[in-house]
């Protein structure tokens, strides 16, 4: 990736530099946690970002500044925002399975009281999964249904789904 390379400000999705500008003084983002969102929301990595938005080192702290600047207050909001506007990219949001994730990590490596809270917590949200799909079993089986399709395209069912307005990604597979 040049350094000359176009920051990818979003325009085809309605967003552009002065909405990114904008935007990053309502968040108080700087200059390159501007760029660092944009990039992020075209699908960039966290280290092409940093070294897009400008992040100075070492290949490695190149990399690690592109961790912390992608998790950051303000990025977070920025990149939440890009996607309530143009209806892609990340949210900045955890989603369900890694929170999962997280909370499994805890539970396996967590010292006793923080295992038995993830533990706790995990159980709780595996009821309240049961319990939904007891409440409202036709959108059970509409996940069912595109599960189904990801086995023939993974594509198709990621797209099937958006039309039914249900996330489907690769945690879903």
Request: hydrophobic share 35%; glycine share 10%; aromatic share 4%.
């Amino acid at each position: 990736m040049s350094e000359q390379e176009q920051i990818p400000w979003g325009e085809d999705e309605g967003l552009g530099e002065a909405w990114f500008t904008e935007s990053a003084a309502i968040c108080n983002a700087t200059s390159a946690q501007k760029i660092m969102a944009a990039c992020l929301h075209a699908g960039w990595t966290a280290t092409a970002s940093a070294r897009r938005a400008g992040y100075a080192g070492s290949e490695d702290g190149i990399r690690q500044a592109g961790h912390r600047a992608s998790h950051s207050t303000a990025v977070v909001a920025l990149l939440g925002m890009a996607h309530s506007v143009s209806g892609v990219g990340p949210t900045g949001h955890a989603e369900m399975p890694e929170l999962k994730g997280i909370l499994s990590r805890v539970a396996r490596s967590g010292d006793t009281n923080s295992r038995l809270r993830a533990c706790e917590t995990l159980v709780k949200i595996h009821q309240h999964e049961l319990e939904r799909e007891r409440e409202h079993p036709a959108e059970m089986d509409i996940r069912a249904e595109i599960a189904e399709i990801a086995k023939l395209s993974p594509e198709l069912a990621k797209s099937y789904a958006e039309s039914k307005g249900i996330k489907w990604g690769s945690d879903d597979e």
